[in-house]
């Protein structure tokens, strides 16, 4: 969402700014499944709060503001905010040793998990990934025909002002 938000700034790419408008629902669901506990104040849960306000401001920014251009370059910002969040996110697990265990894979320091678990891993990601792209094309989809709707419907209100 990001990469799309920062080719909609440099490139003013209206396409880039959809994009990032379909993928934005894709954000993480977390809870007692995951970790345990419904909330806890522990640094990565509180940063991802706060990436879920983010999450949820982009999408009140589209639903709030009628203008097309206007919203994509204020959201597109709101994305640029969000991935720097997503980094304290992820290195929240290194700089606070808090309810979160270290990284089982890592480039750096390797595996540390049985070879199943890591295959397992790998093609789960793999499958997540492809139904993400799968839900981000579709959405695209819908975006584009609404907004070509809209701008169709301008189009007959113009005309239809013109002529009265």
């Known amino acids: 969402m990001a990469a799309y938000c920062a080719l909609h700034l440099?490139?003013?790419a209206r396409l880039?700014?959809?994009m990032a408008l379909a993928l934005a629902p894709t954000g993480a669901l977390w809870g007692k499944p995951t970790w345990g506990a419904w909330w806890v104040w522990d640094a990565r849960?509180?940063?991802e709060l706060i990436l879920l306000f983010l999450y949820a401001g982009f999408l009140s920014l589209h639903?709030?503001?009628d203008d097309t251009r206007r919203v994509d370059r204020a959201a597109a910002v709101l994305g640029l905010i969000g991935v720097v969040n997503v980094s304290v996110i992820y290195?929240?697990?290194q700089w606070w040793y808090t309810l979160h265990q270290g990284p089982s894979m890592s480039f750096g320091s390797g595996v540390t998990m049985s070879a199943s678990m890591v295959w397992g891993i790998v093609i789960m990601t793999l499958g997540f990934w492809a139904y993400a792209v799968?839900?981000?094309l579709t959405r695209v989809r819908v975006v584009l025909r609404t907004r070509e709707h809209a701008?169709?419907?301008?189009?007959v209100s113009r005309l239809t002002e013109r002529t009265a």
């Open 10 to 12: 440099a490139l003013n």
């Open 16 to 18: 880039s700014a959809m």
């Open 45 to 47: 849960l509180t940063f």
């Open 63 to 65: 639903a709030a503001i």
């Open 91 to 93: 290195f929240s697990v």
């Open 134 to 136: 799968a839900i981000a």
């Open 151 to 155: 701008v169709s419907d301008e189009g």
